[in-house]
């Protein structure tokens, strides 16, 4: 456990064979947090390149504002990403998770970030996040639910689903790319912009919008454009 202001130097790292817990700020410009337990990590975060990543089964609990250019936060096997407070900001923002869920089903995790990629796939996990302002989903794909919204303009790319729904939600134009394929497997698929006065929604061409379910009375397997 850190609990003092950490300054890291340039290609710079901290490992834990355990759990490793920083309470203390961080500050640096390319370097690495990595632990083979859980990784907490309560308090402001800055730099260029960051990553945070944890071995199976290890959680990644964030807290606390954290600005990178870059910045990819990875928990390997069972290990699930959750937030308690503050946002990740960055130009790039990529979140992995094996079998696990980034955010849950009831709290989301805050972004702000040019550029988004979200991943869990190999097992039942959820996707949560929220954008506080204009993001671009690159592909990204989930186990169980998937759901992205934003306060501001929101572009997804092709998002798939192993066995769950699709939840694209904008507070103003929320855009399907061209070409992008959005497939929610044994679940539905919702595109919607919650701005009813200005708000607007667009498909791109030879974009695909796909819901399955092998049962008729699942109440799955229905896309909507609200």
């Known amino acids: 456990n850190v609990s003092g202001a950490l300054s ?25 947090l990595a632990s083979a337990g859980n990784l ?27 600005t990178a250019n870059n910045l990819n936060i990875s928990a390997n096997g069972l290990g699930n990403v959750t937030q308690n407070s503050g946002v990740l900001s960055a130009k790039t923002l990529n979140i992995h998770s094996d079998k696990g869920s980034i955010g849950t089903a ?21 996707v949560n996040v929220h954008s506080t302002g204009a993001v671009v989903l690159n592909d990204s794909e989930s186990g169980g639910n998937f759901t992205i919204t934003s306060a501001g303009a929101l ?11 699709i939840l694209v939600s904008g507070a103003s134009t ?3 790319a061209k070409q992008a394929k959005l497939v929610a497997n044994e679940g539905n698929l919702t595109i919607q912009s919650t701005n ?18 092998n049962s008729s009375s699942s109440g799955r397997g229905n896309v909507r454009v609200v």
């Open 196 to 213: 009813l006065t200005n708000g607007q929604i667009t498909i791109g061409k030879n974009a695909d919008l796909q819901a399955f379910s």
């Open 106 to 126: 009831s709290s989301a995790i805050n972004v702000n970030a040019a550029n988004l990629t979200l991943e869990s796939s190999k097992g039942t996990g959820v």
């Open 155 to 165: 572009t997804v790319n092709n998002i798939s689903t192993r066995e769950g729904s």
């Open 40 to 66: 907490s990590l309560n308090a402001a975060l800055t730099g260029n390149t960051v990553s945070i990543s944890t071995k199976e089964g290890g959680n990644i609990s964030l807290g606390g504002n954290m």
């Open 174 to 176: 929320v855009t399907v």
């Open 8 to 32: 890291m130097g340039q290609n710079s790292s901290i490992s834990s064979d355990g759990q490793l817990a920083l309470s203390g700020s961080v500050s640096g410009n390319d370097y690495s």
